[in-house]
């Protein structure tokens, strides 16, 4: 069946180089069409980036043109990298008191890769500028649990926001001072959990809708991935403040509250892929929203919502760390697991088309490349860049041999290294 699809695949790429030749087919198309093509994700290999001082990368991310990656460690230290040659062009102190394995470091857009925004475990939220005679770095608000996720108003070099554990939502501009530049818009508020006593819902994930970017979802510790619109969401006597415009879960989760989110992307066709607690994979389009009020009054009704697609291949014992969208138009889905996998799925369709080793221990983050087949990965001690350089493709692994590896990674995987 592979060596059908193999040839399939090499006859539809004869076919759009004679489209091309003709005038039938745009260049754009063609170079897209190759870009999404299943065998560039079948030759996709890697090369390591040394992180300095053997520091595990946490996140990370490229600059606009994608020739810069951005890296965050556990040293406290940012490191801006020139990927192709795996050269270090900057490495800088964050400011940041500690870590904790939670170290999210973002570019400001039309500034150069002059401006870059931070936050972390301690809480703080930062900003760096670097400049001819060296980095200048400032703490702009302080959570009071650790920050975890941030979000760029897409094309701004001035806005972004935050989230973090104490449950709050901030907006940010860099364009005023130090104290005024923090905007707290809202608390994000628990749904149905009797037995959550805190009163807020911990965030760990925040992301704005590339298509329309008055949108921007959040998600954390409850299985509800809640979509805002920004103006909605101003600190006044409206009875619209910090209430979503809408929420998304799967049925399947209904009535549990001790699962949660562990990854969140959007896509650029404005869908929303979230991983959960039990390795579930969901990806939702608008009219999957459960509206203003998400909670069902039984099953059966939430049943009768559109159902998610939802991508099969982890392990029961093997949670998600990170997803995201690969290809020019979100053509494939990928997942990092907590076992130093990645996984590469079909987008329409759900087909698992790829298994990879890609850390030794867990995959803390994934970063697609914004202009070509390029995917980024961290993890354990390692970061690394996927390019299909491949001479030959790779082959699937079966199901005995997927499982072989989750026992076999059960087995050291709180063993310290070597």
Not at 57 to 69: C, E, K
Not at 175 to 192: G, M, Y
Not at 330 to 341: A, D, I, K, T
Request: with cysteine; aromatic share 10%; net charge positive.
């Amino acid at each position: 069946m592979r060596n059908g699809k193999a040839k399939a695949s090499v006859d539809t790429a004869v076919v759009d180089v004679w489209r091309r030749e003709l005038g039938e087919l745009s260049n754009r198309k063609f170079a897209n069409r190759i870009a999404a093509s299943e065998d560039l994700v079948l030759r996709l290999d890697n090369s390591h980036i040394h992180v300095k001082d053997q520091s595990c990368a946490d996140r990370v991310t490229f600059n606009a043109a994608g020739n810069i990656l951005v890296s965050g460690s556990p040293d406290k230290r940012v490191s801006m990298w020139d990927w192709e040659p795996g050269i270090s062009k900057i490495s800088f102190n964050s400011g940041h008191k500690y870590i904790d394995s939670h170290f999210v470091v973002k570019i400001m857009p039309y500034t150069g890769d002059h401006s870059l925004v931070m936050c972390s475990a301690d809480g703080q939220v930062r900003h760096a500028l670097i400049m001819e005679g060296g980095v200048q770095t400032r703490m702009i608000a302080n959570h009071m649990q650790g920050a975890f996720d941030l979000a760029v108003e897409p094309g701004s070099p001035n806005i972004f926001y935050s989230c973090g554990a104490d449950g709050l939502v901030n907006h940010f501009d860099l364009r005023r001072r130090r104290h005024l530049a923090v905007t707290q818009l809202f608390k994000c508020q628990p749904i149905d959990d009797p037995m959550l006593i805190r009163g807020f819902i911990p965030l760990y994930h925040i992301a704005f809708d590339p298509v329309n970017p008055n949108l921007f979802a959040v998600s954390g510790c409850d299985k509800y991935t809640r979509l805002y619109d920004i103006r909605k969401s101003k600190q006044d006597s409206s009875t619209d403040f910090g209430q979503p415009i809408d929420h998304f879960y799967p049925p399947h989760l209904i009535g549990d509250h001790e699962i949660g989110v562990t990854g969140m992307a959007f896509s650029d066709q404005s869908e929303l892929l979230v991983s959960y607690g039990d390795s579930s994979i969901c990806l939702f389009t608008r009219d999957m929203g459960l509206g203003h009020d998400p909670v069902p009054s039984s099953r059966g009704e939430a049943s009768e919502k559109v159902i998610p697609r939802v991508y099969k291949g982890l392990s029961k014992k093997e949670r998600s760390k990170s997803v995201s969208f690969f290809g020019p138009k979100s053509e494939y889905v990928v997942v990092g697991s907590e076992f130093g996998r990645m996984f590469i799925w079909k987008k329409k369709g759900g087909e698992l088309v790829r298994v990879m080793k890609a850390v030794r221990r867990r995959v803390n983050f994934i970063e697609s490349h914004p202009q070509t087949s390029v995917l980024a990965s961290c993890g354990s001690l390692e970061l690394k860049i996927w390019t299909p350089k491949a001479v030959d493709k790779a082959v699937l692994p079966t199901q005995n041999e997927l499982d072989q590896q989750v026992q076999e990674r059960s087995m050291y995987r709180f063993l310290p290294f070597p």
